[in-house]
């Protein structure tokens, strides 16, 4: 089944201890993508991948990492978490085109709340 | 700047037809994206217009006009399962051909 996961779905955890949301897609996907979602704000991306070892910023990169070694694979650090990264995550992967990234696959969602 | 418009929250009736606009200003138009997002559920993709005109499929149809920034979803013979955020994104050139969100459309059905 094609599928995009995440991992872990709800955590909770304490300002400053570094945590991280793992991501992975078993649909050979080029692109993956991480975003935050907030209520009123809709979805804000974090970071993004075009493909292996190519990542890039999103609109909010302040305080998260990420790492693309393998192509299905897109963690998502938090190398030292404060309350206001406390949101609802979602991954997401699409195949590519001339024309830019495709339809999205999502993962279930992780939802993190920082203490 | 770039910027995607969309009514906060809309209210229909089961068995009625909802249409929901999607208004955009960007600098590179590349395509348009409507996704469905259940309350704490990830979004689902649900059309995809880059040619104006209408998109259907099945009781979903998605419209667009470039020339006028504008697209909207058309949803016919609601059910309750449509109770439902909808997002508009637009995949823009000047943004590295990632998609710029709408904040969604929370659509409420009633009986």
């Known amino acids: 089944e094609a599928q995009v996961t995440q991992n872990p779905r709800y955590l909770i955890t304490v300002t400053g201890k570094k945590l991280t949301v793992t991501c992975s897609q078993n649909?050979?996907?080029?692109?993956m993508s991480w975003y935050r979602q907030d209520p009123g704000l809709g979805l804000r991306q974090i970071y993004y991948?075009?493909?292996?070892?190519?990542?890039d910023k999103g609109d909010v990169p302040e305080g998260y990492k990420v790492s693309r070694k393998e192509k299905r694979n897109f963690p998502l650090i938090l190398e030292s978490p404060s309350p206001n990264q406390t949101s609802l995550y979602f991954c997401?992967?699409?195949?590519?085109?001339?024309?830019?990234?495709?339809?999205?696959?999502f993962g279930e969602g992780s939802r993190l709340t920082v203490l | 700047g770039q910027n995607i418009d969309q009514p906060t929250e809309m209210t229909a009736t089961e068995g009625a037809i909802v249409q929901i606009n999607c208004t955009y200003q960007?600098?590179?138009?590349?395509?348009l994206f409507w996704y469905q997002q259940h309350a704490g559920e990830a979004p689902t993709f649900l059309s995809y217009?880059?040619l104006d005109g209408l998109e259907e499929k099945g009781r979903f149809s998605s419209f667009l006009s470039r020339s006028k920034g504008y697209s909207y979803l058309l949803l016919k013979e609601l059910q309750m399962k449509d109770s439902a955020s909808y997002l508009c994104?637009?995949?823009?050139?000047?943004?590295?051909?990632?998609?710029?969100w709408g904040a969604g459309t929370k659509l409420i059905i009633k009986p």
């Open positions: 649909m050979n996907h080029e692109y």
């Open positions: 991948s075009m493909n292996v070892e190519v990542t």
């Open positions: 994104a637009v995949r823009d050139l000047g943004s590295n051909y990632q998609l710029i």
């Open positions: 217009n880059v």
């Open positions: 997401a992967s699409s195949s590519t085109s001339s024309l830019g990234v495709g339809e999205l696959f």
């Open positions: 960007t600098s590179g138009f590349n395509g």
